[in-house]
Nanobody, 118 residues
């Protein structure tokens, strides 16, 4: 079982930047690099939205809303995935969740709140 803990959320002004982190723990030391890692976000009353993916092979994909502004990366030696968010907009306000996936096995973090407001 993988435990995921997100951090790095907060309040930022429009145009600002934040870097989210998600560190995994549990019985993962031999397997972490095999996981696909994703960031999702969700606002109240809305479905969870996929923001960015980094595969076990290091390939990255982004939602249209994140392309060009967000960068996902991973540090397998430290079991951590990052989401660098630049040029933040009020519509980026959401709870951001980290997800790990390997085959049919998924794990979720508890979420970190990002609020973009002046």
């Amino acid at each position: 079982q993988v435990q995921l803990v997100e951090s790095g959320g907060g309040l930022v002004q429009p145009g600002g930047s934040l870097r989210l982190s998600c560190t995994a723990s549990g019985n993962i030391f031999m397997f972490y690099r095999m996981y696909d890692m994703r960031w999702y976000r969700q606002t109240p009353g809305q479905q969870r939205e996929l923001v960015a993916t980094v595969t076990s092979g290091g390939s990255t994909t982004y939602a249209d809303s994140a392309e060009g502004r967000f960068t996902i990366s991973r540090d397998n030696d430290h079991f951590t995935v990052y989401l660098q968010m630049n040029s933040l907009k009020p519509e980026d306000t959401a709870t951001y969740y980290c997800n790990s996936a390997y085959g049919n096995v998924e794990s979720w973090g508890q979420g970190t709140q990002v609020t973009v407001s002046s």
